[in-house]
């Protein structure tokens, strides 16, 4: 028995191993950057597993990303934080260096006033437009402006003021003000100007409620301070009673009172304040942790889908170069046959 060669036949037979080998050739091309040229087919029945793993992976990285945020929002609070605490300091100093003299009334006074101005613009510092101690209120600055036009905290003042004494704070006779009555007002109608619904109404826009973040599956914590915390209420007080009630024309005895009433709030405010950043520490360190936690857990679940998807490369490259000369050697092959005839032979 004998078969039917031919030249055709042959060549016909290279035609079809090239567009084999040509489809195999793009394949492994895409394959040669680590990922598979049909995931679908290569995966099979495993396909739901990757997915469900991807789709892990993905909620890991939006909780890093929103601790990153949380992060930054703290930190930024904490400067904040460290520079109202300077301050407070700052002032402190000044008021036990009068040693009950109303020598540097004046300077006190200027220097309150700085410190209010400083305290206000502190709270209402923001991050991506943001109000950092707003609580879940971010839209809006905190704490009304006391030395704007119209200050609804500082017409409190005014007329709580005018109220208890018959004047303003800017009259002369502020210096027949006793020490008996201006322990009175201080303790009474002013100090109710920085509590509760007078807080609310005339000084503040922050909610009581603390921005809480999601930091991992199952756990969240709070991440930010309100301005209606007792520290930024008692240092408002003292600076406002130091910047704002004339107390450089006070009289020594009634002038004393308010230097030791903002003493003691200065003191109370640092104290609180002190707790304040510490409880934005410790959030800010159980944020940290779990971002450690997501990072080991996002690097556990990678793996597993490089285990499923991922290409040996250096393979996939050695088969690249294994097709790319068969594919050579076949043109060659084809040339050689179409080169083929009789006649040559004759």
Do not use: C
């Amino acid at each position: 028995m004998s078969s039917y060669i031919s030249t055709q036949s042959i060549s016909a037979s290279l035609r079809r191993t090239v567009l084999t080998q040509q489809a195999e050739l793009a394949s492994a091309q895409i394959e040669v950057t680590g990922k598979r040229a049909d995931m679908g087919l290569h995966l099979a029945g495993e396909t739901g597993r990757s997915l469900s793993l991807q789709a892990q992976t993905s909620q890991l990285a939006a909780y890093s990303d929103a601790n990153a945020a949380a992060l930054s929002r703290m930190s930024l609070a904490q400067t904040q934080l460290d520079a109202i605490s300077s301050s407070a300091q700052s002032m402190l100093d000044q008021l036990l260096s009068t040693n009950n003299s109303t020598t540097n009334a004046e300077t006190i006074k200027d220097s309150a006033v700085d410190k209010l101005k400083g305290l206000i613009s502190a709270l209402n510092s923001t991050m991506n437009g943001d109000a950092l101690f707003g609580g879940i209120n971010t839209a809006q600055a905190p704490v009304a402006d006391y030395y704007a036009s119209g200050a609804t905290n500082k017409a409190a003042v005014d007329g709580a003021f005018s109220m208890a004494f018959g004047m303003s704070q800017t009259d002369a006779s502020v210096s027949t003000i006793g020490a008996s009555d201006m322990a009175a007002f201080l303790d009474g109608p002013f100090a109710s100007l920085f509590q509760g619904a007078s807080w609310s109404a005339d000084w503040s826009s922050a909610s009581n409620e603390e921005i809480t973040s999601a930091i991992s599956p199952g756990r969240t914590v709070s991440t930010s301070a309100t301005a209606n915390e007792t520290a930024f209420r008692n240092l408002a007080q003292a600076y406002t009673m130091l910047a704002d009630l004339g107390a450089q024309n006070m009289g020594a005895d009634a002038y004393n009172v308010v230097v030791a009433k903002a003493r003691t709030l200065i003191a109370a405010g640092m104290s609180a304040l002190t707790d304040v950043q510490a409880r934005l520490g410790v959030a800010q360190a159980t944020t940290t942790s779990a971002n450690s936690l997501l990072s080991s857990q996002k690097d556990i679940l990678t793996s597993q889908i490089g285990d499923l998807e991922n290409v040996d490369v250096y393979a996939a490259q050695t088969r690249v170069s294994e097709l790319q000369t068969g594919i050579e050697t076949a043109y060659a092959l084809t040339s050689q046959l179409q080169d083929l005839s009789l006649v040559k032979y004759l």
